[in-house]
């Protein structure tokens, strides 16, 4: 079945450092992928999403780029920030099985001032 | 805000109690789904409503089960509840007919406390 699997955390970075949280997946049809955050206390929202390959996802200079030869959709960010803080979750979503959509096991990021 | 409610914020209950947690959409979003988040599985999918059919099931248990009413709103019963319940429960709504493009939006989650 659809599956994702994503780098296990908790990654730690100083402010201002490069993000990388890798993502990657399994899937049988033309799934659309997504990036959510949970911030402490809260529900996830959605970062951004590609839809087909080759597609870049892009929201508050967090990037994603869909990558049908690799199966993979790796969240990057360049300078990261204190209130990035939070904890990351790549998901799929595809046009069998009903239109579920599959979450990855989550990475928690700490960034420290 | 994500326009998606859920109450009650929080819940604390006994082994073998029954408890009914409740989700409003977005307004004018059509499906609703239920998750259930806990440390050691994770985000769980456990079954999607689309204007008040049951469109798809995940893991959800038996002792488990919902419904989605005429406006739209919908209610996740849990009962012969164990301690193994304890986990925060998510619902979210999506418009429900683009299919593998769509976003799903979440509420702030219930979290469920079973002594």
């Known amino acids: 079945g659809d599956s994702v699997t994503q780098m296990e955390g908790p990654v730690t970075l100083s402010e201002e450092a490069f993000l990388t949280i890798n993502c990657t997946y399994t899937a049988t049809g033309y799934p659309s992928l997504f990036w959510y955050v949970q911030y402490p206390g809260e529900g996830l929202q959605l970062l951004l999403k590609?839809?087909?390959?080759?597609d870049k996802g892009s929201n508050k200079g967090f990037e994603a780029t869909y990558r049908k030869e690799t199966t993979s959709f790796h969240l990057e960010k360049g300078s990261v920030q204190v209130s990035d803080s939070a904890v990351y979750f790549c998901a799929l979503r595809s046009n069998t099985g009903g239109f579920k959509t599959i979450f990855g096991a989550g990475t928690r990021l700490f960034v420290k001032a | 805000d994500s326009g998606v409610t859920q109450t009650p914020k929080h819940l604390i209950t006994a082994t073998g109690q029954r408890v009914t947690l409740r989700c409003s959409p977005r307004?004018?979003?059509?499906?609703v789904y239920w998750y259930q988040q806990s440390l050691d599985q994770g985000l769980q999918f456990l079954i999607q409503y689309y204007n008040g059919e049951e469109r798809a099931k995940g893991n959800i248990l038996e002792r488990f089960s919902a419904q989605q009413f005429p406006d739209l709103h919908s209610e996740l019963n849990l009962s012969s509840l164990e301690l193994g319940d304890s986990a925060l429960y998510f619902c979210a709504s999506s418009v429900g007919i683009s299919g593998a493009k769509e976003t799903q939006y979440f509420g702030p989650g219930t979290r469920l406390l079973v002594l």
């Open positions: 307004s004018g979003d059509l499906s």
């Open positions: 590609a839809t087909k390959a080759d």
